[in-house]
């Protein structure tokens, strides 16, 4: 429905005075030009989304894929004996009598280019060894897979048409405002074209991918919807409808769509080589919380820490763990999130500035980047569960110096040193932190700990500093953490 405004309130002269026509005139002229004013800035829902959806629909398609899978009782589903639906389940195992069978799914996309590149879901796509687009005419041609990106959970398609195909545009992703009017366009439970409108309810959400950029909408997605394209209200795609948040499988108002923004630079990688290429900048790293930033006297809870430096760019242009990333490639970092989108997106090769804070001072360092894909093929050490030495406790834990033997079991680097913990007081703050048996303190206020003596040492200058924790690099099967403790009990 068309919100308009109230009108404005009539302005009454007293009777006695007479008004002069010009300033009636200017009264009547800035009376409208207020009103003109403030309806320019008034945003109601469409009369109408008709020519938004003419204008759209023959760039959306329908998509099925079909796979061999294996039926009978190897793999069949399993339901608890006695439930009113194993004598159906019972049949389905008979009748398929172990053999193979083709399956079929659907999902939805769009058109990006008129000579046929087409953007769906991962998952829509993934294990099928057949594609078919159906478009809005009616028209269905096979589809070849270019490449896929499980990440951001997009794929990119192809089509030959003997004609040009109509497609749509990306729009800017990061302009759209909580409120703002969208529009969604995809294959729901497999009905066909479908057209559902709502707003855009949060942005930047977050699920579980390392480079998640989620627009949150109450367009109505279901199933069968994932791939489809949500629409800014001038026709440009804004994300695409990837998930829902739902306890019965259904739309209730709560659906995700990966960003433009995010898609748009997946895509044209796809397209170019055919796989994602990433940049890499080499270094583990955690948000910095308020009691981290308190126990590093930091101004701010803000940046990316670094907790661990591998061989890699990083290394190499002397970043170090406990440095904290405050501006990549000239911008602001706001936090981890956003340092591994910005590092993703920058060019392979490319030196790019990096600003960090190091013992209270700023230094500038000039990282050249490498590539993620190939970093993440190296394979990490695995740790295990140490035998429990003799031990003191500190900080409500129960600490030993780490031996040579520990080394490989602990999943550590050779010659790491540190303090192990083996048991954890269930009632101390460390225990709400997160510690557990097994990890291995190797820092404490940024300095090396061998001996139990180092760690209360460091807990003591920082009672002297008058902090009120103290900051330690953990380890957990070789990976790395920095966990603020309280050292107010210490005194």
């Known amino acids: 429905m068309k919100q308009t405004l109230p009108p404005l309130a009539m302005v009454e002269f007293p009777a006695t005075r007479r008004v002069p026509r010009v300033f009636l005139a200017l009264a009547l002229g800035m009376s409208l030009a207020v009103s003109q004013a403030i309806e320019a800035r008034a945003f109601g829902a469409p009369e109408s989304f008709a020519e938004l959806a003419d204008q759209i629909s023959p760039s959306v398609v329908n998509i099925t894929t079909s796979a061999v899978v294996s039926t009978g009782l190897e793999g069949a589903p399993q339901v608890p004996e006695g439930s009113p639906f194993q004598d159906f ?7 398929g009598e172990g053999q193979p069978r083709r399956s079929e799914a659907l999902g939805s996309g769009f058109v990006i280019s008129e000579d046929g590149y087409i953007v769906t879901n991962n998952h829509v796509i993934e294990g099928a060894d057949e594609i078919e687009i159906e478009f809005f005419t009616g028209e269905r041609l096979e589809a070849k897979l270019v490449g896929t990106d499980p990440n951001t ?13 109509p497609f749509v545009s990306f729009g800017d992703s990061d302009l759209m405002r909580v409120g703002d009017w969208v529009v969604a366009m995809g294959n729901p439970l497999g009905q066909g074209f479908s057209v559902s409108a709502g707003i855009v309810s949060a942005r930047n959400r977050a699920l579980s991918g390392t480079y998640d950029d989620y627009l949150q909408t109450d367009a109505a997605i279901n199933r069968g919807n994932s791939g489809g394209p949500l629409f800014n209200m001038d026709g440009q795609v804004v994300g695409v409808n990837t998930a829902i948040l739902s306890p019965n499988g259904g739309s209730i108002g709560i659906g995700f769509s990966m960003a433009s923004n995010v898609v748009s630079k997946t895509v044209d990688q796809l397209r170019e080589f055919g796989e994602t290429r990433r940049g890499w900048l080499g270094v583990r790293i955690q948000d910095v919380s308020p009691d981290v930033a308190e126990a590093m006297g930091l101004p701010e809870a ?4 670094i907790t661990d430096v591998p061989d890699g760019p990083a290394k190499d242009a002397g970043l170090l763990a406990g440095d904290v990333i405050t501006q990549f490639d000239g911008k602001p970092v706001d936090d981890t999130r956003d340092l591994t989108r910005r590092v993703a997106d920058a060019p392979i090769g490319a030196a790019v500035p990096v600003v960090i804070l190091r013992e209270g001072q700023t230094e500038t360092l000039q990282v050249t980047l490498g590539r993620r894909e190939e970093a993440e093929t190296v394979p990490t050490p695995a740790g295990a569960t140490p035998e429990e030495p003799a031990a003191a406790e500190l900080l409500g834990l129960t600490l030993a110096p780490v031996t040579p033997d520990m080394v490989e079991k602990l999943g550590l680097e050779a010659g790491t040193q540190g303090l192990v913990v083996t048991a954890v007081d269930q009632t101390s703050e460390a225990a709400t932190k997160g510690f557990a048996e097994g990890d291995v303190i190797t820092e404490a206020g940024q300095q090396k700990v061998v001996s139990l003596k180092d760690l209360q040492d460091r807990v003591t200058e920082a009672q002297e500093a008058g902090r009120k924790s103290l900051l330690l690099l953990v380890r957990r099967e070789g990976d790395p953490r920095f966990v603020a403790l309280s050292v107010a009990q210490e005194q």
């Open 153 to 165: 959970d997009i794929a990119l398609l192809k089509v030959e048409s003997e004609t040009p195909l």
């Open 89 to 95: 389940f019972d049949q389905f195992n008979q009748d």
């Open 302 to 305: 803000a940046g990316a820490l």
